[in-house]
């Protein structure tokens, strides 16, 4: 069995949280990527960016989404707002890069607006999504520890 | 109360304790929280009290959205010095839809749309042709000085005042760009801070004719994503003085640069407001270098992906205007376009050309060329205020041969990107 791997990050909004990993590489466009699942009003994002070659296709509903940053339309703050309210959210973000400005200002308008209890951590490093895979387990800790079971 | 860092007056406390009201305290705590996130130490005013709101379409997905915008309006709050939007989503009279169109845009994609605009009025619009990306042209008023704070959202807009203007803003999300309208307070951090407007990469231009300002902002912002750049050798084409000329090849290469890369400001030697102050002083030490060469313009021009469904199609439509066209670009395509059917001998163009540009410039150029405006449609092109973007953001649009200058546009959709010369060629030949 191999040996746990623990990283660290900073928290921007605090939780626990033990489930699956999602990965993408590269920047999370969150327009593209959650519009088709909420104008339908799924139960579940599927995610509908084609360009996005890691999680095209892939349920994150309630999954750990680890991401270098998202990139894309300045609506995505709003459209992250909108997916935790419907509740369909991945449940954590954990950015390996500090979080952009436009990821920042939807976890926030989630917290205070909808009361979300998504949970967010930036700041986990290159080496954390080097290593992290899609289906992994993670352990997510209150204080910004990441461990990969 | 939140827990926060960073330094708040009594009065922003009282709001954040909630002595304003609930809804002004979340308005509060939103952006104290995500200014926290950023290392702000305070909240300073905003100067330029109009503000720029990006998420002008009525998405139905965004309910959030109109919640908060119901709350607000049924409190009366409303942003100081109002607001300009992006521009709308659908104009059925001048960029024609078919009926399945119709019924994707209205019961679908922007089934909100008559509801949140009237929202918006009630939350300080400032009046109902205020719907642009390009509010900082003079026609539109809502034109910033240098030196001032904002509160805008839209990337295109963001770069242009920071970048042309001189003013202070950061690449906002919707949303907080309102709040910080509201309040009349915005967190102190990136571009409003001197140190994060110096530039980290040293661009030198050594092309042997003026570049396409689309390709150049596009080849900018790719290779150096959110850094600030400081352009050499684009004066030598572009002179030293801003003029509408100038400031329509800024506001191109500028919405380029934002939308391929994450520029919020880039300084041109010789010619933009802090380059022309401070001049090399701004190149941060062990900046690195880009050079853009016509070799480098090529091969970043054909790196564009061609994501029409028939590769070689007839193009079906062509949008030209993302960002909206200035005053002086509508006159230079009109002039254009005309000559170069009449050196071909041809009365219309071939293909439906819609040319877009901010409700307020279009009233100007009907007034004072009417004769150019009328030409343009006996020939088949329209004018429209449309967002194309926001157009091109339906599935029944997608499988359309559409061409473009545009390099945002050409970013966010399916449509083809051609030079301006390329373009002229394909709609008059």
Avoid at chain 2, 63 to 75: A, G, I, S, V
Avoid at chain 2, 90 to 105: M, R
Avoid at chain 2, 295 to 302: D, H, I, Q
Avoid at chain 2, 319 to 328: A, E, M, R, V
């Amino acid at each position: 069995m191999s040996e746990s791997k623990v990283f660290k990050g900073r928290v921007i909004a605090k939780g626990n949280f033990k489930g699956e990993a999602v990965v993408s590489h590269e920047g999370f466009n969150t327009l593209a990527s959650f519009q088709k699942s909420a104008l339908l009003n799924k139960k579940n994002v599927i995610v509908s960016d084609q360009n996005n070659k890691d999680l095209y296709g892939k349920d994150i509903t309630n999954k750990i989404l680890c991401l270098p940053i998202t990139i894309g339309s300045t609506t995505g703050g709003l459209v992250i707002q909108t997916v935790c309210n419907m509740k369909i959210n991945p449940r954590v973000f954990l950015f390996s890069m500090p979080i952009d400005s436009l990821a920042a200002s939807g976890i926030v308008l989630a917290k205070v607006w909808q009361n979300s209890d998504v949970i967010c951590v930036d700041n986990l490093g290159e080496e954390f999504l080097n290593t992290v895979k899609t289906g992994d387990t993670l352990e997510v800790k209150e204080d910004g520890t990441v461990t990969i079971l | 109360m939140i827990d926060y860092k960073m330094t708040l007056t009594d009065e922003q406390k009282e709001i954040l304790e909630g002595k304003k009201g609930e809804t002004l305290k979340k308005i509060m705590e939103t952006v104290v929280l995500f200014g926290d996130i950023f290392d702000a130490k305070r909240l300073v005013p905003v100067t330029h009290l109009e503000g720029h709101l990006v998420t002008s379409f009525g998405i139905p997905l965004l309910h959030p959205l109109f919640d908060t915008m119901k709350e607000l309006n049924d409190q009366n709050i409303k942003a100081k010095g109002g607001f300009t939007m992006d521009p709308r989503p659908l104009d059925y009279q001048n960029v024609k839809c078919n009926f399945l169109e119709k019924i994707v845009f209205n019961k679908i994609l922007y089934g909100k749309q008559k509801d949140y605009e009237e929202q918006l009025l009630k939350a300080g619009l400032t009046d109902k042709d205020s719907f642009s990306c390009t509010c900082y042209l003079k026609e539109c008023g809502n034109r910033p000085k240098k030196g001032d704070i904002l509160s805008w959202a839209e990337s295109s807009a963001v770069v242009f005042a920071n970048s042309v203007l001189g003013a202070r803003c950061n690449r906002n999300s919707g949303m907080l760009d309102l709040f910080g309208s509201i309040l009349g307070l915005v967190p102190e951090f990136g571009l409003l801070l001197d140190e994060n407007r110096k530039a980290s990469w040293v661009i030198e231009v050594k092309t042997s004719k003026i570049p396409e300002a689309q390709i150049l902002g596009s080849a900018i912002g790719l290779k150096v994503m959110e850094d600030v750049p400081y352009i050499k050798g684009l004066d030598k084409f572009l002179g030293t003085e801003i003029n509408d000329e100038t400031e329509s090849y800024l506001k191109d290469m500028g919405a380029a640069s934002a939308s391929n890369g994450a520029v919020g400001l880039f300084h041109v030697e010789n010619l933009t407001p802090e380059a022309k102050e401070q001049g090399e002083k701004l190149i941060k030490e062990g900046a690195k270098t880009y050079v853009i060469d016509d070799a480098e313009l090529e091969r970043v021009y054909k790196s564009y992906p061609n994501m029409w469904k028939v590769k070689d199609a007839d193009p079906e439509l062509c949008l030209i205007g993302c960002p909206h066209l200035s005053l002086y670009q509508l006159k230079k395509w009109h002039d254009d376009i005309i000559s170069s059917l009449r050196a071909n001998n041809k009365k219309k163009v071939n293909c439906r050309v819609v040319l877009t540009s901010a409700p307020k410039v279009v009233n100007e150029f009907k007034k004072h060329y009417e004769d150019m405006y009328n030409e343009l449609y006996r020939v088949g092109v329209t004018i429209s205020s449309i967002c194309p973007l926001m157009y091109t953001n339906n599935p029944l649009v997608h499988s359309k041969a559409i061409m473009t200058n545009s390099n945002k546009l050409r970013t966010y959709s399916m449509a083809r990107y051609f030079k301006d010369e390329e373009i002229l060629r394909l709609i008059t030949k």
